[in-house]
């Protein structure tokens, strides 16, 4: 998880902060940098109540399963593993569709619920991501995929091969 580093300066004497040259009088903190905490047993292999897939994203992103919702846990599970380090920022873009083909909604979202960008994996990485599909009745159909946050390019998907860098998750991912 990718967490921002924030310091600021004190007088011991007092207890009080120092005041920091910076175009916003009310600023007493300043961002120092970014530190990225990775747990020490990182996953693996998927969960046993996981489906596995093999879509290939180019950077070297792969989704390699997902977990439909249940009762404990409303939100479906995606498990992306990186196979080379990811040197830029990518979010991922959610689609929604409804039986007649028509676009019902969707988000962008940094991976992890925010907390893991991809400028920070490395090869053998694997990443949770949480995503809620709003309506299961109406919604037929889910799509995903990645873009460059500055350029707004999409990330090809390489396999199975999607001109278009839009791949459709199989039902059974997000409808319990």
């Excluded at 924030?6 to 175009?23: A, K």
């Amino acid at each position: 998880q990718a967490y921002d580093l924030i310091g600021g300066l004190w007088d011991l004497s007092t207890g009080l902060r120092l005041p920091i040259d910076s175009p916003d009088p009310a600023a007493q903190l300043y961002k120092l940098g970014e530190v990225v905490i990775v747990p020490e047993h990182a996953r693996t292999e998927l969960p046993p109540s996981a489906r596995e897939l093999s879509v290939s994203f180019a950077s070297g992103i792969k989704l390699r399963g997902c977990a439909a919702p249940s009762a404990d846990d409303p939100a479906l599970l995606l498990f992306w593993q990186s196979t080379a380090s990811v040197d830029t920022d990518y979010k991922i873009f959610v689609h929604y569709w409804d039986s007649e083909g028509n676009f019902s909604g969707g988000f962008d979202h940094v991976p992890a619920q925010g907390r893991f960008p991809t400028r920070y994996w490395q090869s053998g990485d694997w990443i949770v991501d949480k995503i809620t599909v709003p309506d299961k009745v109406s919604v037929s159909r889910v799509d995903l995929g990645f873009y460059d946050a500055v350029s707004l390019q999409r990330l090809a998907v390489i396999e199975p091969p999607q001109p278009d860098g839009i791949f459709s998750l199989p039902v059974a991912c997000w409808k319990p």
